[in-house]
């Protein structure tokens, strides 16, 4: 069964912590992608990466930034956390092509205090 | 602008009604249109994918439609569960998108009380 696997469903930090937000694809997935989602605004895209090395910003990506050393695994790392950024993050990947969904986690509630 | 209108924004329906989910999208060239379920608390995961030529596609009790012609599509659900519960997102693809991101809509929350 094919899985991406965010290492921590729930999340407590404080106001300036760096935070790491882990993301794990067995799928050998060329792309990988993080999202926030809040309610009201649905997913907003942070940053998303389409290979190695590679990242790309999405619509939001002030106060975040990103890793991508192998390609099965995708750091959000949040440099000085703040309260505005307690939220429910999504990673997904995808294989290149036009016509593949993306596969999603589970997800991580982050609290920030 | 690239974008994906759901409506309605939330909905509440008794268990063994049917209900219809709306998507109107403006983005362009159009590729295919996923829908995906999301329940409390969990990643989406995806009920169907369509493309230009496709008008409806079935999964169990949801079916969905797309009229590539006005840029709307359309999530029926038939008998509906309590496990039916969750928000349900229209996601659009560009033609010409390769890597890039699909455009998401906000989602329709539903809720099915016994």
């Known amino acids: 069964d094919v899985k991406v696997t965010q290492s921590s469903r729930y999340l407590v930090k404080r106001t300036g912590e760096k935070v790491f937000l882990e993301c794990v694809q067995d799928m050998d997935h060329e792309n990988m992608f993080w999202y926030r989602q809040d309610p009201g605004l649905g997913l907003r895209l942070i940053y998303f990466?389409?290979?190695?090395?590679?990242?790309e910003k999405g619509d939001i990506p002030e106060g975040y930034s990103v890793s991508r050393e192998k390609k099965e695994r995708f750091s959000l790392i949040l440099e000085s956390a703040s309260t505005n950024q307690t939220s429910m993050y999504l990673c997904?990947?995808?294989?290149?092509?036009?016509?593949?969904?993306?596969?999603f986690g589970s997800g991580t509630r982050l609290t920030v205090v | 602008k690239n974008q994906v209108e759901q409506s309605p924004q939330s909905l509440i329906i008794l268990e063994g009604k049917n209900c219809t989910l709306q998507?109107?999208?403006?983005?362009?060239?159009?590729?295919?249109l996923r829908w995906y379920k999301q329940d409390t608390g969990r990643g989406p995961v995806s009920l169907t994918i369509?493309?230009?030529?496709?008008n409806t596609k079935s999964n169990g009790r949801y079916t969905a439609t797309l009229d590539a012609d006005t840029k709307q599509s359309s999530l029926h659900i038939t008998a509906s569960q309590l496990s039916d519960s969750a928000s349900y997102i229209c996601v659009v693809s560009r033609k010409d998108s390769g890597n890039t991101p699909l455009v998401f809509g906000k989602g329709t929350r539903l809720s099915v009380i016994a």
């Open positions: 997904a990947s995808s294989p290149t092509g036009k016509n593949y969904g993306y596969t």
């Open positions: 369509m493309t230009f030529s496709e």
């Open positions: 998507c109107n999208y403006t983005v362009s060239p159009f590729s295919n």
């Open positions: 990466s389409y290979d190695v090395k590679m990242k």
